[in-house]
């Protein structure tokens, strides 16, 4: 006797006029049963559910295919990762094995870095907050040091003189390139003459090793021009440098920032097809470095923070259907075991969803809630997707940036993540927490002490 097929309830669905057939086409969502060959259903089955998951194959893929990109337009490139952007330690390893430098922007990631045997001079060191003890460090350790304010660059000073060290330094420097509002809170300014007397100061004291230019514009990128603006400024103050001081920096950082595929809240088209392509970014900052007319010997090699766009797409996020819901506006609601605080980048991307099972063929439109008991847990406010029942599965996808750097232990624990080895294998990556893991780090004064 044949399965009896699953009852479907009559909806309504409201149609529109297409070209070739009025009533315009049924609305379909392929379902992802799979993710590198392993299913759904087995990584749940082993790791529970939510689960994240990534793919070493893609990951490598991405860092090879934006090298090349950026090598055939540039002689001398070195990419370093961007560990804020997710510092799971097999995240960053892989793209160590791929040849990718470190950066970072606390003292907690630059140690981290130092212990997966990073060597101190394969690291940049970013940021606004460099403690007295970090700068330390990474002087001794031969880091590349890139100075964001005065204080620090005096603080700098201070620590070479009383400990008789040389710093490589850098200076991060924010500029006008048509993109606003600006990213002018870091570093110091163009404009303005800042980042000229800045490094007039450097070149001043003995103690100093000026080897790098830096400059990050700002996030999720959707315009390639002002890359080229950022790098053809910095090639000005690198040619600075060779006329008043005949010194010739090492390195041009133009940092990160580049647009993943990952569509923004409020964005009309796919980010597919609005965003530069990573070929569209090389073309435009090679263009901007080229205008040094350096000798080939002295051209200084680009080095790249890359973090979102080689990695958002290889990072999945598994949920679990919990319930359905019909709101009292008719629309109807999906409740799934995954929140806000596991996806904080829910917030302002709409993550493409999928089943992970065939469901039915009538799609509605509906919204899609985390299990948070707060309104604002929300994973897509509007999808039009088909039907589920309890238990089925779920997949998010581009989740790879910055949801394991900002994820949240707020009501629920933090679950496992997993990778899928290039051979076909699955790791665990991080462990799930449990209540001894949260309650380690408590303390219970003994007078609170139930009796």
Known sequence: ????????????????????????????TQPKTEIDGVTINELVEKYGSPLYVYSEKQIRINQRNALRIFKTRYPKVQFAWSY??????????????????????????YDKARKLGIKGENIIFNGPDKSRNALLKAIKEKAKIHIDHFDELYEIIE???????????????????????????????????????????????????????HAHIGTYMMTAEAYRIAASKLALLARFLKDEYDVAVSYIDLGGGFA?????????????????????????????????NFKVDEMPTLILETGRAL?????????????????????????????????????????PVSPAQD?????????????????????????????LRKGDKVVIDYVGAYDNTQWMQFINMRPNVVMVMEDGTVELIRKAENLDYILDREVLPEKLKLK
């Open 84 to 109: 804020k952007t997710n510092y799971l330690s097999a995240i960053c390893s892989v793209f160590h094995k791929e040849g990718s430098w470190a950066e970072v922007v606390s003292e907690f990631e």
């Open 260 to 292: 993943s595929h990952n569509t923004l809240i409020g964005q009309y088209l796919p980010a597919e097809e609005v965003v530069p392509s990573m070929e569209q970014f090389a073309e435009a900052i090679s263009a901007g470095l080229y205008e040094l």
């Open 359 to 387: 469901s039915g063929v009538n799609i509605e439109d509906t919204t899609i809630y985390g299990p948070l008991c707060m309104n604002i847990d929300v994973i897509r406010e509007t999808i039009n997707f088909p039907s």
């Open 159 to 213: 620590l070479t003189e009383e400990h008789k060290l040389k710093a490589q330094v850098a200076i991060r420097v924010n500029m006008d390139v048509g993109v606003y509002p600006k990213w002018d809170r870091f570093g110091f300014n163009y404009e303005n003459g800042e980042a000229g007397q800045a490094l007039k100061r450097i070149m001043m004291n003995p103690n100093l090793q000026i080897v790098g230019l």
């Open 1 to 28: 006797m044949a399965d009896k097929k699953r009852y479907e309830r009559p909806v309504i669905n409201k149609h529109y006029s297409g070209l070739m057939n009025k009533f315009g086409s049924r609305p379909t």
């Open 311 to 351: 990695i958002d797409n290889t990072g999945h996020l598994i949920s679990t259907v919990l319930a359905n819901k019909r709101l009292s506006s008719g629309r109807r609601a999906l409740i799934i075991d995954a929140g806000v605080n596991l996806l904080f980048t829910g917030f302002w991307y709409k993550h």
